[in-house]
């Protein structure tokens, strides 16, 4: 709750708008935002990051200074349309604001990117970087279908969303940092971003719940016999969603599995430049690590607030090389 009254206070401040076109005209957004952003577009996003992603933030002290701008704005970019959903009264608008990105996109190609702070950091770090444009539409498309389906029915499905927004986020950065010719480094890229977004969505069910939406896909709840209203209503104490947050959890920590294993050939450590990219996956392990000791109660108050030892996990993970 504290993060979307945070979000809200930020997009009054921003004076966010979108405006439909002319009746039968093509739709298109027009988005406000202050002389400020567009006149130092790398400040923008970097404040954005440090103020609306503390992991994030965390993560991104440990990319060489070359590339932390282009790392702020990727970031930026994926909380511009992970938030579109929250922030808009209903879908239409949510599509008119991800018409805005896709015209966006459309206008990098020609060397004209609107004058959005996030838009032209990310043009720059597009053309410094050469980044696939495939991965950024894949993402605004995945964002943009979420409008309309927002709650998944199965775990493939889920995995899909995921593996388009969170997995393909790291695959940029491996683009960035020119090791995305991997296959190891993309396919343990790929089950870090499903179990990180799994731990998001977990450590986010009271604040969904609150608003009467279930993040547990359909096919494990009915597994468990779990009533979605009475989780609406009763929270943790909703009979068998402890249980079906357990598999959700396990299913993360899968993924982290199955990670790991690709570096199994170096005895788990990762090396080299990519160090950074698989940083990502801590926060996710250290959320799990804390849902089991509370016996997978995602509803336990403790779970709400900052790991003081999460600063100090991924400065670990990084000196040793594993995560």
Same mark, same amino acid.
């Given at each position: 709750m504290l993060a979307r009254q945070a979000y809200l206070r930020q997009a009054r401040?921003?004076?966010?708008?979108?405006?439909?076109?002319?009746p039968n005209a093509r739709a298109a957004t027009t988005v406000a935002v202050p002389e400020a952003g567009?006149?130092?577009?790398?400040?923008?996003?970097?404040d954005l990051v440090r103020k609306r992603d503390y992991e994030a933030h965390?993560?991104?002290?440990?990319?060489? +200074?070359?590339?932390?701008? =282009?790392?702020?704005?990727? @970031?930026?970019?994926?909380?511009e349309l992970a938030t579109v959903q929250e922030s808009v009264s209903n879908p239409i608008i949510g599509n008119m604001r991800m018409q805005f990105w896709k015209d966006a996109l459309k206008g990098f190609a020609d060397g004209r990117p609107p004058k959005h702070p996030i838009a032209l950091a990310l043009y720059e770090?597009?053309?410094?970087?050469?980044?696939?444009?495939?991965?950024?539409?894949?993402?605004?498309?995945?964002?943009d279908a979420e409008l309309q389906t927002p709650t998944h029915l199965t775990i493939d499905s889920l995995t899909a969303h995921a593996e388009s927004t969170s997995s393909t986020f790291l695959y940029?950065?491996?683009?960035?940092?020119?090791?995305?010719s991997s296959h190891d480094f993309s396919h343990a890229a790929s089950h870090v971003g499903v179990s990180q977004t799994i731990a998001t969505l977990l450590r986010a069910l009271p604040y969904h719940?609150?608003?009467? +939406?279930?993040?547990?896909? =359909?096919?494990?709840?009915? @597994?468990?016999?779990?009533?979605?209203?009475?989780?609406?209503?009763?929270?943790?104490?909703?009979?068998?969603v402890d249980d079906a947050v357990f598999e959700f959890a396990t299913l993360a920590n899968d993924h982290l599995i199955t990670a790991r294993d690709m570096f199994k050939d170096t005895a788990g450590k990762v090396s080299g430049p990519v160090k950074p990219v698989f940083l990502y996956a801590v926060?996710?392990?250290?959320?799990?690590?804390?849902?089991?000791?509370?016996?997978?109660?995602?509803?336990?108050?403790?779970?709400?607030?900052?790991?003081?030892r999460l600063p100090w996990r991924i400065w670990l993970a990084y000196y040793q090389g594993r995560f």
């Open positions: 401040r921003a004076k966010l708008s979108v405006t439909a076109a002319v567009t006149s130092d577009p790398k400040a923008y996003c970097r965390l993560v991104s002290q440990f990319f060489p +200074h070359e590339y932390r701008d =282009a790392f702020y704005a990727l @970031r930026a970019f994926y909380i770090a597009s053309g410094q970087f050469n980044l696939p444009m495939y991965h950024l539409k894949r993402m605004v498309e995945a964002r940029l950065l491996l683009s960035m940092l020119n090791q995305s719940a609150s608003r009467r +939406h279930m993040v547990i896909p =359909a096919e494990i709840t009915a @597994r468990h016999g779990v009533n979605q209203e009475e989780v609406f209503r009763q929270g943790g104490n909703a009979k068998a926060p996710a392990a250290v959320y799990l690590e804390r849902l089991e000791k509370v016996n997978f109660d995602a509803f336990h108050p403790s779970l709400q607030q900052r790991s003081w």
